[in-house]
């Protein structure tokens, strides 16, 4: 499985650079890659999120991506090039909100290690300082602890509780609502 997570050098795509990890935006010759790595993780990911596991629908996020209101972010592995998670902004609203709202997921086998904290440091930078937005809110499920984690080590505070919030995997879920504004946000890695 190693060898098919594997992706091609990172090139013009890159968008940050981590001690190791990088940031880069999707594009169609990680399909293969991609989908091994949502596939090794559906166990994982259940009842959490469901990214995409077929071709059809790599192809439509990456369409996705080509609009105003979404940046697809993949997070690799420096060493070895691997995706080792996934960061969605969507719903970008500009004006006088400039704010996003933040979706995430790690590939089973690279949890545990912070690389998913260097990651998740690194869109803070692209979103706050590349995309100049205010403010993003991720939604998360309460029972979802390494999520939670995740976001309270960046420093995002809960805001409140949605029931029903998102349907994930055919069900609505409850979320809570994380945000953090750019004036709260304490970088840990050097630009």
């Given at each position: 499985m190693e060898q098919m997570r594997?992706?091609?050098?990172?090139n013009?795509?890159?968008?940050?650079?981590g001690p190791?990890?990088?940031?880069?935006a999707p594009r169609a010759e990680d399909q293969e890659a991609f989908l091994a790595a949502t596939r090794a993780s559906r166990r994982f990911h259940r009842p959490w999120v469901a990214p995409a596991t077929t071709p059809e629908a790599f192809r439509a996020y990456l369409r996705r991506n080509e609009g105003d209101d979404f940046e697809a972010l993949l997070a690799c592995e420096r060493e070895s090039d691997s995706i080792i998670g996934a960061f969605n902004l969507s719903q970008i609203f500009r004006g006088?909100?400039?704010?996003a709202y933040l979706g995430y997921w790690a590939v089973h086998g690279f949890q545990g290690r912070g690389l998913m904290s260097e990651a998740l440091q690194l869109v803070l930078g692209y979103t706050f300082r590349t995309l100049k937005l205010h403010r993003v809110e991720a939604n998360i499920q309460p029972g979802n602890a390494a999520s939670?984690?995740?976001?309270?080590?960046a420093g995002f505070r809960m805001e409140g509780f949605s029931p029903r919030y998102l349907k994930v995997a055919g069900r609505w879920r409850d979320h809570e609502r994380w945000?953090?504004?750019?004036e709260d946000w304490?970088?840990?890695?050097?630009?």
């Amino acid at each position: 499985m190693e060898q098919m997570r594997k992706l091609a050098p990172v090139n013009q795509h890159l968008l940050a650079r981590g001690p190791r990890v990088v940031l880069r935006a999707p594009r169609a010759e990680d399909q293969e890659a991609f989908l091994a790595a949502t596939r090794a993780s559906r166990r994982f990911h259940r009842p959490w999120v469901a990214p995409a596991t077929t071709p059809e629908a790599f192809r439509a996020y990456l369409r996705r991506n080509e609009g105003d209101d979404f940046e697809a972010l993949l997070a690799c592995e420096r060493e070895s090039d691997s995706i080792i998670g996934a960061f969605n902004l969507s719903q970008i609203f500009r004006g006088g909100f400039q704010n996003a709202y933040l979706g995430y997921w790690a590939v089973h086998g690279f949890q545990g290690r912070g690389l998913m904290s260097e990651a998740l440091q690194l869109v803070l930078g692209y979103t706050f300082r590349t995309l100049k937005l205010h403010r993003v809110e991720a939604n998360i499920q309460p029972g979802n602890a390494a999520s939670r984690a995740l976001v309270l080590r960046a420093g995002f505070r809960m805001e409140g509780f949605s029931p029903r919030y998102l349907k994930v995997a055919g069900r609505w879920r409850d979320h809570e609502r994380w945000a953090l504004c750019r004036e709260d946000w304490r970088p840990t890695l050097s630009r």
